[in-house]
């Protein structure tokens, strides 16, 4: 959190001497650009999934390791599937083969032949599409495996 805002920014959070979070929030999400996020919050997408995406995409799930950086304590910092890795974002949607069987059957029912791979891909390719219905349906079938994953 000390990465990403300064002490002015949790000043200037403050109502009535109390930091309000969502004020906070808000200064950051006009601060940094976000060209991604018309089409992760697109209303063909299921609310909960949109959700997850968005949260997923920032990287700000609840894995083990973003639990360690906040100093909140956990067992070990392992992937409890695999008990291999680190558990992370990159771990969890691109590194483990549950994972990676999921894209590959989503790719093949959405008859695309290149799906992104990596975080800063599926920026890229959320942002980069065509809005036609056809991206919906593949970004609202991201948003599903995403969920399910
Ligand atoms: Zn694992």
Redo the contacts with the bound molecule.
């Keep these: 959190m000390r990465e990403v805002f300064s002490e002015v920014d949790l000043v200037d959070s403050a109502v009535r001497g109390k930091l309000n979070l969502k004020v906070l929030y808000s200064s950051w999400l006009q601060r940094v650009p976000i060209d991604f996020a018309k089409a992760v919050w697109c209303r063909l997408t299921t609310p909960k999934h949109r959700f997850i995406l968005w949260q997923s995409v920032l990287g700000h799930l609840l894995t083990r390791d973003n639990l360690i950086q906040c100093q909140i304590s956990v067992d070990s910092s392992?992937?409890?599937?695999?008990?291999?890795?680190e558990?992370t974002h990159h771990?969890?949607f691109f590194?483990?083969i549950f994972s990676q069987q999921v894209w590959e059957l989503t790719k093949l029912w959405l008859g695309y032949g290149i799906w992104p791979k990596q975080f800063d891909e599926w920026k890229k390719w959320l942002d980069g599409k065509p809005k036609n219905i056809m991206h919906h349906i593949a970004v609202a079938s991201l948003a599903a495996a995403v969920y399910g994953i």
Excluded: A, F, G, T
Excluded at 78 to 85: F, I, K, Q, Y
């Design positions: 392992l992937c409890p599937v695999c008990e291999r890795v558990e771990h969890l590194d483990r």
